[in-house]
C-alpha cells in the first residue's frame, strides 16, 4: 500500500480552547490509484492533504508512506520525504516568483536530484508551456500558473501527489482542461494521487472518493 | 539541492534589484561613515606614533632646564660623569620643519624610526657631512641648507632627524634642547639637584601631551563615526528584515519541497555574508574617499589646535581595512540574527502571503517601548556613576532607550490626531498613518539618531568654540607677546619694554607636582588684566587680590576636579609652602594643572626661574617696530595677539568643516532610510490603497497624501530628536569630557541651527517620498484593480 492512515487525530488551538480537525481519520491508497477527498469548509480536507504529505505532525496516529512512518520521522527526515516521494500542488500555485516558469517546473526535480532535462520539456509541451518558459510567473494567468504547478510536481516523478484544490482558482473550462492533464500525467508516471476539492464534477472522475465531516471520514 | 536552493534564493536579488541596492547601499554605508572616521583616526595617530617614536617624547624620562631653556653642556658633561645616562637632543625650527639633532651612541631609543630606513648608515650619520633624514616634504622644505638628504617615510611629518653636530651647526646652537634619561641608571648616582641644580627631571608618561590632547578630538570622530554606523544598522536591519519578508513564501515553498530547514537557514546566513562581505568592502572603498577628502581638514585643525602633526596625506592601512569589514560583517550578523531566528522558528505552514516586515504584534510593540523605557531609567540612574565607562553607557542607554520609545511616542500622537479629525479622509489618513509606523518605524528610529547625532555634536563643537575664544580672549589680553631666547636676553627685554609699554606681564613659571599630580606653578604680577579678563569657574572673596598679595592662590579645573581640591582649602605651591584655595579658572585643552601665585611670593619659592616671555599692553605696530628696530629682536619673538586669534578661530572653523561633512552625510544616509522604507512598503501597500481607490479618492490626491504622511512623520521625529540631541551634548560635555579630560565645557544654544537642520531634516522627508508618493499617482488602475481580482 502506497499510503496507510490510521486513526489520525488532529486539534489547534483556538479562540475558546482546542479546535478538534481530525478526529480517528483512517483510509488507504493504492499506487497508480486516484482518490477525492470532499467534505464541506473546516471539515479537515487540507489538515489530512498536509498531515499525508508530512507538512506537519499529527497528535495521535499513523501514517504509513511508502512504508515509512511519517510521524516517526525528524524534520530532516520529513524533508526528504517531501523532496523524493511526495508532491504537492497548492491551491495558491506556490510557484517561485523570481524563477521563470522553465526554472520553477525543473525546481523540484533538481532539488531531488532527479533532474531530466527532457522529461521537463515534454511535460511543459504538454502542459502548454512551451512558448512561456521564459516568462516569469506574475506574467501568467492563474491556468497557467496553475499548469507550472503541476508539472513542477510531476517533473520530480513522485509516488504519491497531493493536490489541495487545484483548480479551486480557475474557471470551468481551463479547470476541465487542467484536470484531464494531470490525470492523464498521474496516470503514466503510475502514481497515486490524492485530490481535496470541493467540486462534485471532479470528485466524479477520480477512481474513489472519501468525504470527510465532523473531522471523521463519512 | 543546495545548489538548486541557493539558486532559488539568488533569483529573489535578480528579480528585485532595488531591494539588493538598499541592502548593499545601507552596509556600505554604514561601513564607509564608520571607516573613513577610523581611517582618519588611525592616520592622526601613527603619525602621533612616529612623532613620538621620532622625539622620544613621553617614551624616557628627560632632563630639562628649570628656566624652560637649554641645557648647558656643562651640566650634560657632568651629568656623564656623574654616572647618569643621558642624551642629548637638539631641536629647533629651520624654514619651518622641526630639526631634531640625536646621538645615536647614547639615545636610549637608537635613531628611532630611521634604523629601519634604507640608507641609514651610522658612519655617514655620523661622519663628515653627515646626513638628515626626514619626508619627502619636510626634505624638500628644508632645501639646500640640509646636507645629505635620506627620505624616510616613518619620521614625523614635518621633521627631520640628524646627528647633534649637524643639527648644531643647522640650528645654530651650542646647548642641547633636552637630555632623554636612559630607562636603566646605574644605582648609587649622586641626585639631579646636587649635579645640576639648574636642571629638573620630567618623568615617562604612558602618552605624550599631543596624544592626551588630541584623544579629545578623537572621541568626538569617534562618537560620531558609532552613531552613523549605528544610523546604517538601522538601514541594513530594515532592508533584511523586508527582504525576509518578502521571501517567506519562498521559503515556505522550498521547505514543503523538501529542502530542509537547516541547510535553507545556513544558506541564507552564507549568501547574507557574501553580500556583507561585498558591501563592507566597497564601504571600505567609500570611507577611504571619505577620510582622504577629510584629513587634510583634520590635520590642520590638529596641527593649529594642538601642535601635533599629522600627514595631510592618507596612507592605506590593512587594520582599518579589516576592522572596515569585521564591522560590516559584525552588523550584518547583528541586523539579521532576528530574520534568522524568525525563519528557523517558522512553521512550515505559516501564513506565506508577505506583509509589511514590521507589522509585527501589539505585544511586540509594547515590549520594545518598556524596554526603551527601561534603557532611559538605566540613563537616569547612570547619572550619578562616575568614570568614563559610565558616561559611555549613559551615552548608549540614552540613545538606543529613546530609539525605541520612539514608535510609541509618534503611535501617541498619531492616536490623538486620529481623534481630533474632522473629515473621512481625514480619519482615514491618520488610521492609516497609524497603520503604516510600524513599517517606518526602523527609517525613522535612524533618521531620530541621525538628527540627535546633528544637534548633540554640532552643540558640543559650537560651545566648544564659543568657550575656547572666550578664553583666547582671557588668555591673550595682552597685544603682544614677546619670547626671548634665554635668561640674559628677557632681562634686557623687561628692561626695554618698561618704560615703552602700558604694562609689561612677565610669563614665567616651574614644574611640580600638586597632590601627586604634574603641574605649573605661575607668578603673575599684579595687574588688572587678570581681574578684568580672567573669567573663575567659582571663586571666594577678592581672589586676585588674595593671589597678587600672597595670600591666596587659583588654580585651573583640572587640577581642582583631579586632585580633588575645596575652595579655601590649602593648595602646594612649590618651595614647601601652601596657599588656601581662593579660584578656580576655566583652562581648556590643557592635560596639566595650573596654579597661580603672586609674581612676589613667587620670587621668593622659586628664584632660579626667569621669565622668557612676556605679555604686552599698549600701541602693538609702535612697539613691535621699537623691538625690532631698536632692540633687534627677530620678527619670528614677537606674537600679535590678533593674528593668533584670527588663527585660532580659523582652526575651528577647519573642524567646524570636519563634523560639517560628518553632519551632512549621517543626514543624507538617514533620508536614504526613509527612501527605501517607502519604496519598499510601496507595493506592499497596495491592498491596503486599492479599496480606498475604488471609493473614490483620486491616485493624484492619494501620492500627495503620501507626501504629507511622509513630512508629518518626519516632523515629529524631528521634534522628537531636539531634546534627544541636547541631551547627548550635555552628556558629551558634562560627562564624557569631564571623565576623560578632566574639563567641564558650559553648554550654549543654537535655535537657529536646529532650527535650519530641523528644515534639512523635512526636506530629506520630502525628497525621500516624492518619488514613491509619483509612483503611486501613476500605478496604472489594472495595477490596483488586481487587488480585487486576488491575484496577488
Redesign the interface.
Known sequence: MLLTIDDLHKSYPGAEGLVTVLDGVSLELAAGETMALTGESGSGKSTLLHLAGGLDLPDRGRILLAGTDVAGLDDRGRARLRREVVGVVFQQFNLIPSLDVGANIAFQARLAGRHDAAWCRDLAARMGLADHLGKYPEQLSGGQQQRVAIARTLAARPALVLADEPTGNLDEVTAASVLELMLELVAESGAGLLMVTHSERLAAAMGRRAHLARGRVA | ?T???L??LL??W???PLQLFTLIAGLSLATALWSGVQAVNAEARASYDAAAATLGEGQFAQVLSADGGAVAMADYVALRRAGWLVSPVFEGRLEGVRVVGLDPLTAPGGLGPVELSAGAEVGSFLGGAGQVFGTEEALAALGAVAPEKVVAPDVAPMTVLTDISVARDLLGTDAPARLLVAPDQPLGRPPLETVAPGLTLRAAQDGSDVSRLTDSFHLNLTAFGLLSFAVGLFIVHGAIGLAFEQRR??V???????????RLVWLMAAELAALALVAGGIGVALGYLIAAALLPDVAATLRGLYGASVGGALEFRPVWWLSGQAIALLGTGAASAAALYRIARMP??AA?RPRAWAMGAGGGRRLQALAGAALLALAAALLLAEGLVAAFALLAALLIGAALLLPALLDLVLRAGAQRAGGPVAGWFWADTRQQLPGLSLALMALLLAMAANVGVSTMVSSFRLTFTGFIEQRLSADLYVSATDADEGARLLAFLEPRAEAVLPVVWVDTEVAGLLAEVYGVRRDPSYPENWRLLVARGAPWAAVFAGEGTIVNEQLYRRAGLELGAPVEVGGGARLPLVGVVGDYGNPVGQVIVGEALFARLHPEATAQRFAVRGDPAALRAALIEEFGLPPAQIENQAALKAFSLQIFERTFTVTGALNVLTLAVAGFAILMSLLTLAGLRLPQLAPVWALGLRRAALGRLELVRAVLLAALTALAALPLGLALAWVLLAKVNVAAFGWRLPMYLFPADYARLGLFALVAAVLAALWPARRLARTPPAELLKVFA??R
Open positions: 539541492m545548489r538548486a536552493g539558486a532559488a533569483s529573489h535578480r528579480r528585485n513564501l519562498m515556505r515553498t522550498l521547505r514543503a519541497l523538501g529542502m530542509p530547514l537547516s512550515l505552514l506565506a486576488n491575484e
